[in-house]
């Protein structure tokens, strides 16, 4: 049974960091792709970061330059790392994982999904 679980969401202010990280039991993150997504009360889930098996990184616009996707291969963790945050950034974070290859923002190329982490910016 593969289970994602999502850590490290907070209640932070505005210019603050946070780092996610998503770990796994019953898959090998290091061999999937893994997205970030996020849904704030009211709106869609929609894409936040992704990172491919092969180092392939994406972004949404509107976190380019400030947040940064990565891996720990030793730990086969996979790290959110959010810089200046601010309030439109609040939100539950979700990470989720797809088969080998590049990432994505559909969320129909994810099959599995963690739990989800609060991530609360205060001006």
């Known amino acids: 049974q593969v289970q994602l679980q999502a850590s490290g969401g907070g209640s932070v202010q505005t210019e603050d960091s946070l780092r996610l990280s998503c770990g796994a039991s019953?898959?090998?993150?290091?061999?999937?792709?893994v997205g970030w997504f996020r849904q704030a009360p009211g709106k869609e889930r929609e894409g936040v970061s992704c990172?491919?098996?092969?180092?392939?990184?994406s972004y949404r616009d509107s976190v380019k330059g400030r947040f940064v996707v990565s891996r720990d291969v030793a730990k086969d963790t996979v790290y959110l790392q959010m810089n200046s945050l601010k309030p439109e950034d609040t939100a539950v974070y979700f990470c989720?994982?797809?088969?080998?290859?590049?990432?994505?923002?559909?969320?129909?190329?994810?099959?599995?999904w963690g739990q989800g982490t609060q991530v609360t910016v205060s001006s």
């Open positions: 989720a994982a797809a088969g080998p290859g590049v990432c994505g923002f559909s969320r129909a190329m994810y099959d599995y």
């Open positions: 019953g898959l090998i993150l290091n061999n999937v792709a």
């Open positions: 990172i491919g098996s092969n180092g392939f990184t």
